[in-house]
């Protein structure tokens, strides 16, 4: 079975703060996705990653970076989080070449106080 | 863009019940998928639809694919409590294009 892990389950953190979220998985998919879920606006897409080092910007990538040095490990960066970045994050995987379903992450429920 | 639009968005319907969720979207694919999230959780991948006229069945849900009209459907037969979640469906843009699109979502309470 396919399995993508996310470092933190709930994460309180101060505004101003940096802050990492992690996501490792077990499939060797060459994609890495980080979403953000909010009530009413669905999943929005905030960086996808097609291979290590390389990345391409989403749908909302203000005040957020991404590193992945690791085929395996695909990391959200919250420069300087901001009470408006709280939120539920979801990281995914999926095989290149499409026709195939991304796998998401348990989740990691992020408050910026 | 590709705009990928379900209804109804909430739906709350009695136990033994048969419904359908919608879903469209606006531009050429053959490639789509449903989703199931339990409040709090993340997201399971419930059906892989990859061609014209694709039928999926697992259980009480039966999801089709009908890429002429743009639409897929998932269908609940005799629904049971234990489907209560919110349902998403998702489209693959086009070939190269590795990314989803994610429709809003359905929330579905089944009332006993």
């Known amino acids: 079975d396919v399995k993508v892990t996310q470092s933190s389950r709930y994460l309180v953190k101060r505004t101003g703060e940096k802050v990492f979220l992690e996501c490792v998985q077990d499939?060797?998919?060459?994609?890495m996705f980080w979403y953000r879920q909010d009530p009413g606006l669905g999943l929005r897409l905030i960086y996808f990653s097609y291979d290590v080092k390389m990345k391409e910007k989403g749908d909302i990538p203000e005040g957020y970076s991404v590193s992945r040095e690791k085929k395996e490990r695909f990391s959200l960066i919250l420069e300087s989080a901001s009470t408006n970045q709280t939120s539920m994050y979801l990281c995914a995987s999926r095989v290149a070449g499409g026709q195939y379903e991304q796998y998401f992450g348990p989740g990691t429920r992020l408050t910026v106080t | 863009e590709l705009k990928v639009e379900q209804n109804p968005l909430f739906l709350s319907m009695q136990e033994g019940k048969n419904y359908t969720i919608y879903c469209n979207y606006s531009?050429?694919?053959?490639?789509l998928y449903w989703y199931r999230q339990d409040p709090g959780k993340s997201l399971e991948s419930l059906f892989v639809?990859?061609?014209?006229?694709a039928v999926k069945q697992e259980g009480r849900l039966m999801a089709s694919l009908d890429t002429k009209a743009r639409l897929s459907t998932l269908h609940i037969t005799a629904a049971v409590h234990d489907l209560s979640a919110t349902y998403f469906c998702?489209?693959?843009?086009?070939?190269?294009?590795?990314?989803?699109?994610f429709g809003t979502g359905t929330r579905l309470t089944i009332i006993p």
């Open positions: 531009t050429t694919s053959d490639r």
């Open positions: 998702a489209v693959d843009k086009d070939f190269g294009n590795e990314k989803l699109t």
């Open positions: 499939m060797d998919h060459e994609n």
């Open positions: 639809l990859l061609s014209n006229g």
